[in-house]
């Protein structure tokens, strides 16, 4: 299973590799995209998490994990709060 793996510290390694403050990439994502750089990490890991749901038999907690999610409860409230309905939900409703 391929996905996004990002830890606490993207934010500070994102800014060394495109050589600019973290400071700065907070304030362009938060001025363009009106999103926090949690929220954008959290919304790309959800949209992965869509992806393996609507086409791998995986479990959700498998899933969970190999997004970024360091526990099921946080995924769930993630998933939840992004697209309004459960993981399980979700893959009922690809089916």
Sequence with gaps: M???????DSLVKLAKH??????YISQTLS???ET??????NRAR????CQLLATTNHSV???????????????YKAFKN???QTP????????
């Excluded at 391929?2 to 606490?8: E, G, H, P, V």
């Excluded at 495109?18 to 400071?23: D, G």
């Excluded at 959800?46 to 998490?49: E, L, P, R, S």
């Design 61 to 75: 907690l498998d899933i969970a994990y190999a997004t970024g999610f360091n526990s099921r409860s946080a995924f």
């Design 46 to 49: 959800i949209d992965n998490a």
């Design 82 to 84: 992004y697209l309004n």
């Design 2 to 8: 391929r996905c996004l793996q990002i830890s606490d």
């Design 18 to 23: 495109v050589a600019e403050p973290p400071q």
């Design 36 to 41: 926090t750089f949690f929220d954008f990490i």
């Design 31 to 33: 001025q363009y995209l």
């Design 88 to 95: 399980s939900e979700y893959r009922a409703n690809c089916s």
